[in-house]
């Protein structure tokens, strides 16, 4: 398969033991920036608000999230910070599909990535339900 058709069916491959397991990761990890930019949208009255939630929140997790490094070459108590950060998880599992290399079990990076998403967009349900800070 290749990385064009990959990414149209929105899946991306683990390999191993020479078979390709499709985990839909993408879908997954696009439900999860859904969900937290509507608790951003709900919460946020201006665009400072917006931005801070990007730089102070987002940035930090996505450099920690091993995207330049393999957390196994990292000391104590970065590796297990690096661990703790569920965007870990989610590269993780992309990294593993398109070059085959990953640190993690695919399936813990699908079961993380998956757990984050319930979580976000049960919370955005919950506050789009309440009505909070919406206008009629």
């Known amino acids: 398969m290749s990385p064009r ?15 390709e397991t499709p985990i839909p990761v993408s879908p997954i990890s ?12 709900i919460w946020a009255e201006t665009f400072d608000q917006h ?11 996505a450099v920690l999230g091993g995207v330049f490094y393999a957390a196994r070459t990292l000391d104590e108590p ?6 703790l950060d569920p965007i870990y998880y989610l590269v993780d599992a992309t990294r593993g599909g398109l070059t085959g290399f990953h640190e993690s079990p695919p399936w813990a990076s699908l079961a993380v ?9 049960a919370a955005a349900t919950v506050l789009l339900a309440r009505g909070w800070r919406l206008k009629p």
Do not use: D, M
């Open 5 to 19: 058709e990959a990414f149209s069916t929105s899946a991306v491959l683990h390999r191993a033991c020479g078979e």
């Open 30 to 41: 696009c439900a999860t920036e859904y969900s937290e930019s509507k608790i951003t949208g």
């Open 51 to 61: 931005s801070f939630v990007a730089s102070i929140l987002i940035a930090p997790l």
């Open 78 to 83: 970065w590796q297990t910070l690096t661990r």
């Open 113 to 121: 990535t998956a757990l984050v998403a319930l979580g976000a967009f």
